[in-house]
């Protein structure tokens, strides 16, 4: 007789967020909101830096991918997410399951990356004035950008892969609004410890070396201004470092919460749940607007945008 439990699925159920049927509609139409907001806002930042030639430095380069990688990792889980909140399917399938896992453990990783090379940058900005220019030469920031793109595709791959040669339980239903690795892994049927042992060793690694050195950057920045400490340079560092830093911690703080310091008895809590979409759906709405309100280099860029398309639509209605 066939063992049920080794039965392999074709697709699986999201439960999705925890709200009462009721409140479905007014929760869909805040996260459509919310969603477009994510959008249009990184879109908008990555067009103000394509076209405006005063923001072709390091850090805005940096910048336009991170607003790239927000766009990216919302979009991994938020249509999807909506679909099911409008029409009650919470079906996904076994293949659509594991890409919605792929994406979202790459652009975990990129993320990460990105702000820690973003770190090093502000660290050369401030610290070592003189030589920016030089070290922060074009070919190291494309190198950077482009060895974080291409660790975070392998390291993905290489969890994805052995995330597909595991068989999955009958019981098929996943108690979140995506595609979470370590669900999946709770409802295997298979050996689990080499995955486990990828995620403790590889993807400890991970998170310990990006953050230990956007640690390091803030410490050698901080002891810099503070041997010889005056109004001026602090205002001018906080200036330079407070968008960057508070996004860190806005990143940093809600998946903390969610994969550190949460109940090991509740995994999947609700309080679980909202963390998630505090980092993978409000984070990336709210990161554009931390970076151009505090940025006076992006205000002008907007406003100069603003005042061409203003100029473009006079000129074509006259």
């Known amino acids: 007789m066939k063992r049920e439990n080794q039965s392999s699925v074709s697709e699986f159920l999201l439960l999705g967020l925890p709200i009462r049927p009721k409140q479905q509609g007014v929760f ?7 969603y477009l907001t994510t959008v249009l806002g990184n879109l908008l930042i990555i067009l103000l830096i394509r076209l405006d030639s005063r923001l072709h430095t390091p850090m805005y380069f940096f910048l336009s991918h991170l607003a790239l990688a927000d766009v990216s990792f919302s979009s991994v889980t938020v249509p999807k997410m909506l679909t099911n909140m409008h029409t009650n399917d ?8 594991i890409t919605q896992a792929y994406f979202f453990i790459l652009l975990v990783c990129l993320d990460n990356l990105l702000l820690a090379v973003m770190a090093y940058d502000r660290y050369v900005a401030i610290c070592q004035p003189l030589h920016y220019t030089t070290i922060m030469r074009p070919e190291l920031c494309v190198s950077l950008v482009a060895g974080s793109w291409l660790f975070c595709c392998v ?6 892969l052995l995330l597909a040669r595991l068989s999955f339980c009958a019981d098929n239903t996943i108690p979140h609004f995506f595609c979470d690795l370590s669900e999946l892994l709770k409802m295997s049927c298979s050996d689990v410890s080499l995955n486990e042992l990828l995620i403790l060793t590889e993807g400890g690694m991970l998170v310990i070396l990006p953050v230990s ?13 503070l041997r010889d400490p005056s109004a001026k340079k602090f205002f001018k560092v906080l200036s330079t470092c407070g968008s960057h830093l508070l996004v860190v911690s806005l990143f940093y703080g809600t998946i903390s919460e969610v994969y550190l310091f949460s109940s090991s008895s509740s995994p999947s809590s609700n309080d679980n749940i909202i963390g998630s979409v505090m980092y993978m759906v ?6 554009p607007f931390i970076y151009s309100l505090r940025n006076r280099d992006m205000k002008r860029a907007l406003e100069t945008l603003v005042n061409r398309v203003k100029f473009l639509m006079s000129k074509h209605l006259n």
């Open 155 to 160: 390291h993905s791959l290489l969890h994805t």
């Open 213 to 225: 050195g956007i640690l390091g950057s803030y410490i050698r920045i901080w002891t810099t201004v």
């Open 282 to 287: 409000v984070t990336p709405m709210l990161n």
């Open 28 to 34: 869909f139409a805040l996260f459509l909101g919310i």
């Open 90 to 97: 919470k079906s996904i399938p076994y293949a659509g399951c």
